[in-house]
């Protein structure tokens, strides 16, 4: 009999819950997603109230668990996705104080320049694998000590949103090496928390997660969830991990000839090592576990551009965009265009960053602005393709997943052509619930190696020659109109 893990998976937009058995299937009619979305403030913040999205996990849960009665079946594990860098403060007794504050506020971005005066950032960057920006807690937890004070002075606790989801289930706070290694806060190389970060920080020890506990799943449920999901009280519930570690592990990119490319809300590039490989400048470094490291580029701006353009323009169905962007050329439409809605993270990692358009003119039109945004987006994976490049190999396989390339094989063509390589799409529906799923099943000894397991694709892209030229000169007039307007 196949053995069974649940996994949750906490994305930025949505929560989902999915059961998969130990052949990395996933078991058709479980489980259930819940759309939810932050809430965004003038100044440039991004927050998520933690009772209400610890809700809509219980919600889908609760769906799940009331298949698993129908069915009489018991899982062996539960594996969670949850998204990086975000971070709440907590109570004594558990009770969320603050917001949850997602990695795309910017609100401290006065602070992490700040810290890059108060620090060495290249050595931090080397030894975190973070930069000194916005997105990770340093910068954030200096900005919430002068501008939330007495929200700060209550705090027990500074957990990830999955520490607070297992406070809140079992009754104790538990993080994973994945999570916390992608705060910032962390040292890479040593394995514990870095002494020069905290010391430039108004924290205490003893307020983040216990290194010792760090991955210790929890096998007891309080006694509220005990009575509401009998078929998952007994078993190990692991920690959250790093949603783009889960989507790597989901597609099977789990080693450093295979480099993922994710593209949802926003968009990350992503190769798998078993080993310490200092990071580039504009990169980043994290751990999928204590024996994986996982480094690559991250984009603020990826799926959303799309829905942006989609949103604002009058542009014609899906369908009739598809076909109208398979037909044009590369380029053809004269424009530039920067993608800078949210800032951007790889490489500059500036959250002063808008989007620009260069090129407009009278005869422009909707479908012209959507073609330069989707090759603008392409065009900063290419940028980070690049960056890889210079420490690793080539890649013998680009694998994509997310969303927004699912749904467009144009953009995938796009995609090919920007990296002048052949991407082939997954054909791996929910990536990161499957890779939670994975890793968890894998912990408790029922998969042996992850790179085993049967991992479905949709086909290869292959990249157009006649369009090597025109993709080579749409990316030197970008890097051209980014030096014009910033600099």
Same mark, same amino acid.
């Given at each position: 009999?196949?053995?069974?893990?649940?996994?949750?998976?906490?994305?930025?937009?949505?929560?989902?819950?999915?059961?998969?058995?130990?052949?990395?299937?996933?078991?058709?009619?479980?489980?259930?997603?819940?759309?939810?979305?932050?809430?965004?403030?003038?100044?440039?913040?991004?927050?998520?109230?933690?009772?209400?999205?610890?809700?809509?996990?219980?919600?889908?849960?609760?769906?799940?668990?009331?298949? *698993?009665?129908?069915?009489?079946?018991?899982?062996?594990?539960?594996?969670?996705?949850?998204?990086?860098?975000?971070?709440?403060?907590?109570?004594?007794?558990?009770?969320?104080?603050?917001? !949850?504050?997602?990695?795309?506020?910017?609100?401290?971005?006065? %602070?992490?320049?700040?810290?890059?005066?108060?620090?060495?950032?290249?050595?931090?960057?080397?030894?975190?694998?973070?930069?000194?920006?916005?997105?990770?807690?340093?910068?954030?937890?200096?900005?919430?000590?002068?501008?939330?004070?007495?929200?700060?002075?209550?705090?027990?606790?500074?957990?990830?949103?999955? &520490?607070?989801?297992?406070?809140? !289930?079992?009754?104790? %706070?538990?993080?994973?090496?994945?999570?916390?290694?992608?705060?910032?806060?962390?040292?890479?190389?040593?394995?514990?928390?870095?002494?020069?970060?905290?010391?430039?920080?108004?924290?205490?020890?003893?307020?983040?997660?216990?290194?010792?506990?760090?991955?210790?799943?929890?096998?007891?449920?309080?006694? &509220?969830?005990?009575?509401?999901?009998?078929? /998952?009280?007994?078993?190990?519930?692991?920690?959250?991990?790093?949603?783009?570690?889960? #989507? #790597?592990?989901?597609?099977?990119?789990?080693?450093?000839?295979?480099?993922? *490319?994710?593209?949802?809300?926003?968009?990350?590039?992503?190769?798998?090592?078993?080993?310490?490989?200092?990071?580039?400048?504009?990169?980043?470094?994290?751990?999928?576990?204590?024996?994986?490291? !996982?480094?690559?580029?991250?984009?603020? #701006?990826?799926?959303?551009?799309?829905?942006?353009?989609?949103?604002? /323009?009058?542009?014609?169905?899906?369908?009739?965009?598809?076909?109208?962007?398979?037909?044009?050329?590369?380029?053809?439409?004269?424009?530039?265009?920067?993608?800078?809605?949210?800032?951007?993270?790889?490489?500059?990692?500036?959250?002063?960053?808008?989007?620009?358009?260069?090129?407009?003119?009278?005869?422009?039109?909707?479908?012209? *602005?959507?073609?330069?945004? /989707?090759?603008?987006?392409?065009?900063?994976?290419?940028?980070?393709?690049?960056? /890889? &490049?210079?420490? *690793?190999?080539?890649?013998? &396989?680009?694998?994509?997943?997310?969303?927004?390339?699912?749904?467009?094989?144009?953009?995938?063509?796009?995609?090919?052509?920007?990296?002048?390589?052949?991407?082939?799409?997954?054909?791996?529906?929910?990536?990161?619930?499957?890779?939670?799923?994975?890793?968890?099943?894998?912990?408790?000894?029922?998969?042996?190696?992850?790179?085993?397991?049967?991992?479905?694709?949709?086909?290869?892209?292959?990249?157009?020659?006649?369009?090597?030229?025109?993709?080579?000169?749409?990316?030197?007039?970008?890097?051209?109109?980014?030096?014009?307007?910033?600099?």
């Amino acid at each position: 009999m196949a053995l069974l893990a649940v996994a949750v998976d906490v994305g930025s937009s949505s929560v989902r819950s999915r059961l998969f058995n130990d052949r990395g299937e996933d078991v058709e009619g479980f489980g259930l997603q819940v759309a939810h979305s932050p809430r965004f403030t003038d100044d440039g913040g991004v927050e998520i109230d933690a009772d209400g999205l610890a809700a809509i996990c219980f919600q889908v849960l609760d769906h799940l668990h009331q298949r *698993l009665e129908r069915a009489a079946l018991g899982p062996q594990a539960v594996g969670i996705s949850a998204f990086w860098h975000s971070v709440l403060g907590v109570d004594a007794a558990g009770r969320a104080v603050t917001p !949850i504050y997602h990695l795309f506020d910017t609100r401290s971005a006065r %602070e992490a320049e700040e810290l890059k005066q108060a620090l060495n950032p290249a050595l931090v960057h080397q030894e975190t694998g973070c930069m000194l920006h916005a997105s990770y807690w340093p910068a954030k937890l200096l900005w919430l000590s002068r501008k939330r004070p007495e929200q700060f002075r209550r705090v027990r606790r500074w957990v990830s949103f999955g &520490e607070f989801l297992f406070g809140r !289930i079992a009754g104790r %706070e538990r993080s994973s090496v994945s999570m916390v290694s992608g705060s910032g806060l962390w040292d890479q190389i040593a394995g514990r928390y870095h002494e020069g970060v905290l010391a430039a920080l108004p924290v205490e020890r003893d307020q983040l997660a216990g290194e010792r506990e760090l991955d210790e799943p929890v096998m007891e449920l309080n006694a &509220e969830f005990r009575g509401r999901w009998p078929r /998952l009280h007994g078993i190990p519930w692991f920690p959250a991990l790093g949603d783009g570690a889960c #989507n #790597n592990m989901g597609t099977a990119c789990v080693s450093p000839d295979c480099w993922a *490319l994710m593209v949802g809300t926003s968009g990350a590039m992503r190769v798998v090592c078993d080993r310490y490989t200092a990071p580039p400048p504009g990169l980043w470094l994290y751990r999928v576990d204590r024996k994986r490291f !996982i480094s690559g580029g991250a984009l603020s #701006n990826g799926g959303e551009v799309y829905a942006w353009m989609r949103r604002m /323009l009058a542009l014609p169905p899906p369908e009739q965009i598809e076909a109208e962007l398979a037909r044009r050329a590369p380029g053809s439409h004269g424009l530039t265009l920067l993608p800078f809605f949210a800032g951007e993270r790889s490489p500059y990692w500036r959250a002063d960053l808008r989007g620009v358009v260069a090129g407009l003119g009278l005869s422009t039109e909707p479908m012209d *602005l959507m073609q330069a945004a /989707l090759e603008s987006v392409s065009l900063r994976f290419r940028e980070i393709f690049q960056l /890889l &490049e210079g420490v *690793l190999p080539r890649p013998s &396989e680009v694998i994509a997943s997310g969303a927004a390339l699912r749904h467009s094989p144009a953009w995938v063509q796009m995609m090919a052509d920007a990296l002048d390589t052949p991407v082939t799409l997954s054909g791996v529906k929910e990536a990161s619930s499957r890779g939670a799923a994975l890793l968890a099943l894998e912990r408790i000894g029922a998969v042996g190696r992850i790179s085993d397991l049967e991992s479905p694709r949709r086909g290869t892209v292959h990249p157009r020659p006649e369009f090597r030229d025109a993709f080579a000169e749409l990316h030197g007039r970008q890097q051209w109109l980014f030096g014009q307007v910033f600099g």
